[in-house]
């Protein structure tokens, strides 16, 4: 058995590993392991991820989670071009920076702009207070300004001039709320530029491929009550 | 100028940096910026344009942030002992793993403690009771994973060596201490694993890197903090209100 990637493509991480390792040529299976219906509590999965989130990585008997660990890991073993995470210090210094980051910073604004603007309300039929969802969104405008100003700044990419694995993972965190219909892009011509430079880089067919199932996203039925009760632990920690 | 290191021993990820520059005698001139007295947010003490937050560090013209970049920069370009960052595919990536999982579940969830005791008091805050107890729930549900996931029988928590997870997890863990609740008390394998990263981090070093904020509590009781300024509180109320 070759390499298995155990992704979710709603999931930003999951993307951008996807993304990642399509782009380099990296022969792999992929085990689609669909978070809303619970497929990542099975024991099966487990197996692969204790800790029971993607993504998840399998070579052979060694398994990897946390996606950054996933790219860095695909990028060293199939020898991925320099650029993706460069050997020179300071320019993967760079990259180390935004991969830290955005951790804590882009990635939680993200996820919530994507379940108070939509996932909440469509699929769990819960009322987001006005006033929540609108801090949430403020909190994600000065990560974007972060974005634009201290990373991105006058480069074509956001760690310099060629794109790295941080351009990956900050395009897949992106499109997220776009997918919500919070369109990150639209008031933010910088940003703007910068996504038309990391799709072209990436190639367009690859990139609609990686977002189908999110940009579905809107469309998906609302969950039962059974899935809701499971799922409320979770609404708590999203309001 | 050489290698500028700007800190403030108050922050777990700066002890990290400091105790890996010490242990592995990188030469630097520290810089510290005293977040009680909103250093970090006045001009002056943080290299130019640097978000509000330290560690930094400062290379020449090369400034960095992010304490896990500048873990990664400083076993680079001063070629520590191979242990710290193994260059092995999989060790390594153990490091990433863990320090990912420590983004979501370590970073954050263990420095509410010293907001909820000592920097929300400072200004005049109360944080809810309901906020002090769920912090506390989510500081033991991932003390139990740190165990049982990441440490099982391994001597430390990537490897069978100590390795850069492991500094940035005892100065989580120490926050924690520091703040009143002894996380190792009940826990014999992770005290078992503190002892064996102090070991190698050698007492002296440990003492003077742990110092200010084991004396933290003592000195907010002696009321022997200062206010921090007002310009100091619109950053600090933010960080509050994200408090879950």
Same mark, same amino acid.
């Given at each position: 058995m070759g390499l298995e990637l155990y992704l979710d493509l709603l999931c930003q991480p999951c993307r951008a590993v996807y993304i990642f390792a399509k782009k380099i040529g990296v022969p792999f299976e992929l085990r689609t392991v669909e978070v809303l219906k619970g497929q990542h509590n099975s024991d099966d999965f487990a197996q692969v991820n204790p800790l029971r989130k993607v993504p998840a990585l399998k070579d052979g008997d060694f398994t990897l989670a946390e996606s950054v660990a996933i790219l860095l890991y695909l990028s060293r073993k199939y020898e @991925?071009? !320099?650029?993706?995470?460069? %050997? !020179?210090l300071e320019a993967c210094a760079r990259v180390d920076e935004y991969l830290a980051w955005q951790h804590t910073a882009l990635r939680s604004s993200c996820s919530l702009v994507m379940w108070q603007k939509m996932m909440l309300p469509v699929f769990l039929g819960e009322r987001v207070p006005p006033e929540t969802l609108a801090s949430t969104l403020a909190e994600l405008d000065r990560c974007l300004q972060l974005l634009e100003d201290?990373? *991105?700044?006058?480069?074509?990419f956001l760690t310099g001039p060629c794109i790295s694995v941080a351009d990956l993972v900050a395009i897949t965190e992106l499109m997220h709320p776009v997918s919500a219909g919070y369109h990150v892009f639209k008031t933010r011509p910088k940003l703007a530029a910068w996504r038309q430079r990391v799709e072209a880089a990436v190639g367009e067919d690859l990139f609609q491929e990686a977002h189908e199932v999110v940009m579905k996203a809107k469309d998906l039925p609302p969950v039962d009550t059974a899935m809701k009760d499971k799922l409320k632990p979770l609404v708590q920690v999203l309001l | 100028m050489g290698l500028e290191l700007y800190l403030d021993l108050l922050s777990q990820p700066c002890r990290a940096v400091y105790l890996f520059a010490k242990k592995n005698g990188i030469p630097f001139e520290l810089r510290t910026v005293e977040l009680l007295k909103g250093q970090h947010v006045?001009? &002056?003490? *943080?290299? @130019? $344009? $640097?978000? %509000?937050?330290?560690p930094v560090l400062k290379d020449g013209d090369f400034v960095l942030h992010q304490s896990v970049a500048i873990l990664i920069y400083l076993s680079c370009k001063y070629q520590t @002992? !191979?242990?710290?960052?193994?260059?092995g595919l999989q060790t390594r990536a153990r490091i990433h793993e863990y320090l990912g999982w420590h983004a979501d579940f370590i970073r954050g969830t263990f420095g509410v403690c010293l907001w909820t005791k000592v920097l929300a008091p400072l200004i005049g805050v109360q944080v809810p009771e309901e906020k002090v107890r769920r912090n506390r729930a989510a500081v033991d549900r991932a003390l139990q994973l740190l165990e049982d %996931?990441? *440490? &099982? !029988?391994?001597?430390?928590l990537a490897s069978q060596r100590v390795t850069l997870a492991d500094l940035m997890a005892l100065e989580e863990l120490m926050q924690v201490v520091a703040l &009143?609740?002894?996380?190792f008390e009940g826990r014999p394998r992770l005290a078992a694993w503190r002892g064996r990263v102090e070991a190698v981090l050698g007492a002296d070093l440990c003492q003077e890197t742990h110092g200010p904020i084991l004396n933290i509590l003592e000195q907010m009781a002696n009321k022997q903090l200062p206010p921090p300024p007002p310009e100091a509180h619109p950053s600090m109320l933010l960080r509050i209100s994200r408090i879950p």
């Open positions: @991925a071009p !320099d650029h993706w995470y460069p %050997q !020179d201290k990373f *991105l700044k006058d480069d074509d | 006045s001009k &002056g003490f *943080l290299p @130019a $344009s $640097s978000p %509000q937050k330290v @002992a !191979d242990h710290w960052y193994p260059p %996931q990441f *440490l &099982g !029988d391994k001597a430390f &009143g609740y002894d996380v």
